[in-house]
């Protein structure tokens, strides 16, 4: 049961364009998304989060949209760098403090 | 200076071969977590503890067990590794699941 679900797997941009990570959910009580990035060979990073009470959350190039009726949020990083290239997790924090991720979406940005 | 440390960050063993992974934490952080990343599966969450000694399955235990005897030092241990358990494993820690603090990871092969 796949309860955070992410599009696209991969997604190539040229530096400068926006790039648009999505992501959805099936749990109603759901109440906090983070985003994680995540670099080869790294741990995963808290990059941005919202809380469902919130339609948008801004930080810097980073935005996350939030459509609560729609169980979907997405994330736009806006004068994508090639330094941006990663792999980006959407999560959904549940009760009992579990933290459920989506599979990712790999991003590349062309120079 | 928050960190999260996992050791070691390679290892190969043998079918059948027991295994523990270590983690240890510098922020006294209450919860901590075991993940597994396998490609196209995101991060799939094993164990949570919520502090000595209390201990909590997350979605895939199965093959799985884990240890925390101080605060700030969590251990996953592989009874009889098999080699559908090869993977990336991560420790995280955190305060209230809002952030999720990383190690770098173990990659582990089971032969």
């Known amino acids: 049961q796949q309860q955070v679900r992410q599009s696209p797997q991969s997604l190539t941009v040229w530096e400068g364009e926006t790039a648009i990570l999505n992501c959805s959910y099936e749990?109603?009580?759901?109440?906090?998304f983070p985003w994680y990035q995540q670099f080869p060979g790294e741990g995963p990073a808290l990059l941005i989060a919202?809380?469902?009470?919130?339609d948008k959350k801004e930080d810097g190039r980073f935005t996350i949209f939030f459509n609560k009726r729609e169980k979907k949020l997405s994330l736009h990083i806006t004068d994508s760098q090639p330094g941006d290239s990663a792999t980006y997790f959407c999560?959904?924090?549940?009760?009992?403090?579990?933290?459920?991720f989506g599979k990712g979406t790999h991003l590349h940005v062309l120079p | 200076d928050m960190k999260v440390t996992q050791m070691p960050r390679y290892l190969i063993k043998r079918m059948g071969e027991n295994v523990l992974l270590e983690c240890g934490q510098d922020?006294?952080?209450?919860?901590m977590y075991w993940y597994r990343q396998d490609p196209g599966l995101g991060l799939q969450l094993i164990y949570i503890?919520?502090?000595?000694?209390?201990?909590s399955e997350g979605d895939i235990p199965k093959g799985y067990r884990v240890s925390r005897k101080k605060r700030e030092h969590f251990s996953l241990i592989l009874d009889s590794a098999k080699t559908n358990q090869t993977s990336v494993y991560f420790c995280?820690?955190?305060?209230?699941?809002?952030?999720?603090?990383f190690g770098s990871g173990t990659r582990l092969t089971v032969l």
């Open positions: 995280a820690s955190s305060l209230s699941a809002e952030t999720l603090y």
């Open positions: 503890s919520y502090d000595v000694d209390s201990n």
């Open positions: 922020m006294s952080h209450e919860t």
């Open positions: 749990n109603s009580a759901f109440d906090y």
């Open positions: 999560a959904a924090y549940t009760n009992a403090y579990k933290v459920i």
């Open positions: 919202i809380r469902s009470v919130s």
